[in-house]
């Protein structure tokens, strides 16, 4: 059974930074690509980030780019998304999710990231 | 940037047929996908490459994807169907994952 299990959101203040991560398992993690999806309370869906299988090659939406740094662990299993000079605006539920052709085929749960002074 | 527009809502009786579409500019040129997100819950994909659906997913659920709009086409709603449907491509010119901005589909 495939499971992704994010952990690590909180409260902080901005200008702060915070480490999200994800647990993968139940497939094979290094062949596939993987994203994190974020949605803001009462809206909708907005990519973040992919990072394609090897760690070659990453993407970020323009909103995030030059703050957020995403990275992963093949030998770990794991996906995770370094958060810097964090905004009211990076308010959200942070999803991380396997992509299997361009396309979310599983997601996780989500973990809630709250900035505010 | 590319975009996907879609209705903010859509309402349909129990047993009809719901359309939510997904408007984009020559959007036939890319793959579509879709994805049910019901209240507090992370969202499910429902349709992929257009109109292929994932197992589990009720036959009811179905996709097309023709000039500028694609259309998630749900027969013989259900009570449970009622949640925020979003559509998905790739754009390659970006390299971005572009979403749309949600349909809520409420069952009267």
């Known amino acids: 059974e495939v499971q992704l299990v994010e952990s690590g959101g909180d409260l902080l203040q901005p200008g702060g930074s915070l480490r999200l991560s994800c647990a993968a398992s139940g497939f094979t993690f290094d062949s596939y690509t993987m994203i994190w999806v974020r949605q803001a309370p009462g809206k909708g869906l907005e990519w973040v980030s992919s990072?394609?299988?090897?760690?070659?090659?990453?993407y970020y939406a323009d909103s995030v780019k030059g703050r957020f740094t995403i990275s992963r662990d093949n030998a770990k299993n794991s996906l995770y998304l370094q958060m810097n000079s964090l905004r009211a605006e990076d308010t959200a539920v942070y999803y991380c999710?396997?992509?299997?052709?361009?396309?979310?085929?599983?997601w996780g749960q989500g973990t809630l990231v709250t900035v505010s002074s | 940037s590319y975009v996907l527009t879609q209705p903010p809502s859509v309402s349909v009786a129990p047993g009809k047929t719901a359309r939510i579409t997904c408007g984009g500019d020559?959007?036939?040129?890319?793959?579509v996908h879709w994805y049910q997100q019901k209240a507090g819950q992370a969202p499910v994909l429902v349709i992929y490459?257009?109109?292929d659906r994932p197992s589990g997913i009720p036959v009811r659920f179905s996709g097309s994807n023709s000039g500028n709009t694609a259309t998630l086409t749900i027969s013989r709603v259900e009570a449970g169907d009622e949640a925020d449907f979003y559509c998905q491509v790739w754009d390659s010119s970006s390299d971005h994952v572009v979403f749309g901005g949600g349909t809520k589909l409420t069952v009267l």
């Open positions: 990072i394609t299988s090897t760690g070659f090659t990453i």
């Open positions: 490459y257009n109109r």
């Open positions: 020559n959007i036939a040129s890319k793959s």
């Open positions: 999710v396997r992509d299997s052709g361009d396309y979310g085929d599983f």
